[in-house]
């Protein structure tokens, strides 16, 4: 059992919730220094974040199986491989859901806010249609972004409810555009076999140059919408918040320093590592920000 249930983490990377938690947790954190923090409040985002990125990811797998069996990069995943059942990933998957849509009941059942349940199906709805925009759209991209960009919007509604909605969408615009950036950025490796097997993608559409191009636009406007959260969220932001803005900037030019049009090599250095320090960076500096206003 063991064995099955580490073969499902490494098939949805569970490690990579790193790159969507920080940003809820961040969304929480502006909405809890207006609000009041709630220990049972923190629990219910961990729960949904966790049970709705996994479901989510879990399905693309299954969704995308037959594709990733016919990529060289994707060919030893554990569903081309038989390693795990279509079965046993759709149970996972089901699980995951149910567990999700459970888990926005605490904020209905402790705070008397509903809207977390309201909108559980629609939200999973949308992230699992993801796995089917490479099909028909290259704007798959900005669609993996709009999903993560609900992360800070769910956990600020979570407590908040509507009000000063300007501060998550900001938040959250600035997720998706990072988001698209740094995705772009990971289709370069699959231009080919995306083109052969008729998947819609910037790089495939575009080439790799120019690609890298709009990758660089995204991460250029993410900067811009993180500028503006800072007045979106006044008077709670202040220098610390900027000097993160500005070390995320720095991270971002050395991420665009490491993929290349000709050397595609450190793709996975600059998707994986960079973007977790960007994530969890972002998040401390905004927690020590908020601390050193109180």
Same mark, same amino acid.
């Given at each position: 059992?063991?064995?099955?249930?580490?073969?499902?983490?490494?098939? /949805?990377?569970?490690?990579?919730?790193?790159?969507?938690?920080?940003?809820?947790?961040?969304?929480?954190?502006?909405?809890?220094?207006?609000?009041?923090?709630?220990?049972?409040?923190?629990?219910? /985002?961990?729960?949904?974040?966790?049970?709705?990125?996994?479901?989510?990811?879990?399905?693309?797998?299954?969704?995308?199986?037959?594709?990733?069996?016919?990529?060289?990069?994707?060919?030893?995943?554990?569903?081309?491989?038989?390693?795990?059942?279509?079965?046993?990933?759709?149970?996972?998957?089901?699980?995951?859901?149910?567990?999700?849509?459970?888990?926005?009941?605490?904020?209905?059942?402790?705070?008397?806010?509903?809207?977390?349940?309201?909108?559980?199906?629609?939200?999973?709805?949308?992230?699992?249609?993801?796995?089917?925009?490479?099909?028909?759209?290259?704007?798959?991209?900005?669609?993996?972004?709009?999903?993560?960009?609900?992360?800070?919007?769910?956990?600020?509604?979570?407590?908040?409810?509507?009000?000063?909605?300007?501060?998550?969408?900001?938040?959250?615009?600035?997720?998706? *555009?990072?988001?698209?950036? *740094?995705?772009?950025?990971?289709?370069?490796?699959?231009?080919?076999?995306?083109?052969?097997?008729?998947?819609?993608?910037?790089?495939?559409?575009?080439?790799?140059?120019?690609?890298?191009?709009?990758?660089?636009?995204?991460?250029?406007?993410?900067?811009?919408?993180?500028?503006?959260?800072?007045?979106?969220?006044?008077?709670?932001?202040?220098?610390?918040?900027?000097?993160?803005?500005?070390?995320?900037?720095?991270?971002?030019?050395?991420?665009?320093?490491?993929?290349?049009?000709?050397?595609?090599?450190?793709?996975?250095?600059? *998707?994986?590592?960079?973007?977790?320090? /960007?994530?969890?960076?972002?998040?401390?500096?905004?927690?020590?920000?908020?601390?050193?206003?109180?």
């Amino acid at each position: 059992m063991f064995h099955s249930l580490r073969s499902v983490l490494e098939l /949805i990377r569970f490690s990579h919730t790193l790159f969507a938690l920080p940003f809820a947790l961040t969304g929480a954190a502006l909405a809890w220094y207006r609000s009041g923090f709630h220990r049972l409040q923190l629990v219910g /985002i961990l729960l949904c974040m966790v049970f709705a990125r996994s479901a989510a990811m879990a399905f693309n797998r299954l969704a995308d199986r037959r594709f990733d069996a016919l990529n060289p990069r994707t060919q030893a995943r554990h569903l081309p491989t038989g390693r795990l059942s279509p079965a046993a990933v759709w149970f996972f998957t089901l699980a995951c859901a149910a567990g999700f849509i459970a888990s926005t009941v605490i904020f209905l059942r402790a705070f008397d806010n509903p809207w977390p349940l309201y909108l559980s199906v629609p939200v999973l709805l949308f992230v699992c249609a993801y796995s089917y925009a490479k099909r028909f759209t290259a704007l798959s991209h900005f669609w993996l972004g709009a999903s993560l960009f609900l992360a800070p919007v769910a956990a600020w509604i979570s407590i908040r409810g509507w009000a000063d909605l300007q501060v998550p969408l900001v938040l959250g615009g600035a997720v998706l *555009f990072w988001v698209a950036g *740094f995705d772009i950025l990971y289709a370069c490796q699959d231009v080919n076999f995306d083109r052969k097997a008729r998947l819609h993608s910037v790089p495939a559409a575009l080439g790799v140059p120019a690609s890298l191009r709009v990758a660089l636009a995204c991460h250029l406007v993410m900067l811009g919408l993180l500028l503006l959260l800072y007045w979106a969220a006044a008077p709670d932001l202040g220098a610390i918040y900027l000097a993160g803005v500005a070390t995320v900037a720095a991270l971002l030019v050395y991420e665009h320093w490491l993929v290349r049009p000709d050397d595609l090599s450190r793709v996975n250095q600059a *998707f994986f590592q960079v973007n977790a320090v /960007i994530s969890i960076g972002l998040f401390l500096v905004v927690v020590a920000q908020l601390a050193w206003k109180t």
